[in-house]
């Protein structure tokens, strides 16, 4: 009997150890968003719960990147019930998922807005990441952002006087110019 039980709990350990993952904390990292255009490029980067996502057309010219902030969580209530959420309302889990843009929240840290965006939240695990907005929107996990992702950001953040790589990436980068 004592083998049994043995077994039973070293099979069961690994089921209740990912079941207590909260859905925020299985967002973290690096991520790559698939398309149906294989031109078209996405990656997006989480830390708690601010966001950057990075997209771009490939090989085409003269076109200008889009990098761009948001702060993604969970809710206990429906933000659009109430048309504003306070950064302090953010939870790791919850039966909503909003996407809040940066360019909607005030000084005091309130995001105010006609519609706030809650795709369905459709689950996270090792390999990917899955929400429900118009369509599935697929993410895979990635170890490292490509060197043009990560180009892309260092010239946004120059832009804009901010350091994103610092800040998301937890590493540095600077430029070299050579004559």
């Known amino acids: 009997m004592k083998k049994t039980f043995l077994?039973?709990?070293?099979?069961?350990i690994p089921f209740f150890a990912s079941a207590q993952e909260k859905p925020l904390n299985c967002m973290q990292g690096i991520w790559k968003v698939y398309y149906d255009e294989p031109i078209q490029k996405g990656f997006s980067v989480q830390k708690d719960y601010?966001?950057?996502?990075?997209?771009?057309?490939?090989?085409?010219?003269?076109?200008?990147p889009s990098v761009r902030e948001l702060?993604?969580?969970?809710?206990?209530?429906?933000p659009n019930d109430t048309g504003r959420v306070n950064y302090a309302d953010l939870k790791p889990e919850g039966p909503y998922y909003v996407e809040l843009l940066e360019s909607d929240m005030s000084p005091d840290s309130?995001?105010?807005?006609?519609?706030?965006?809650?795709?369905?939240?459709?689950?996270?695990?090792s390999e990917g990441l899955y929400i429900q907005a118009r369509h599935m929107i697929e993410y895979g996990r990635l170890e490292r952002l490509p060197s043009k992702a990560i180009r892309y950001l260092y010239e946004a953040g120059k832009e804009r006087?901010?350091?994103?790589?610092?800040?998301?990436?937890?590493t540095k980068a600077a430029q070299v110019k050579v004559d």
Request: net charge negative; glycine share 8%.
């Open 71 to 78: 702060f993604a969580g969970f809710l206990d209530f429906d």
């Open 50 to 64: 601010k966001v950057v996502s990075i997209g771009y057309l490939e090989n085409v010219g003269n076109y200008t």
């Open 7 to 12: 077994l039973l709990n070293v099979w069961l």
């Open 161 to 170: 006087e901010r350091n994103y790589i610092s800040e998301y990436l937890d």
């Open 110 to 125: 309130v995001f105010t807005s006609n519609y706030f965006l809650t795709p369905d939240y459709e689950g996270c695990d």
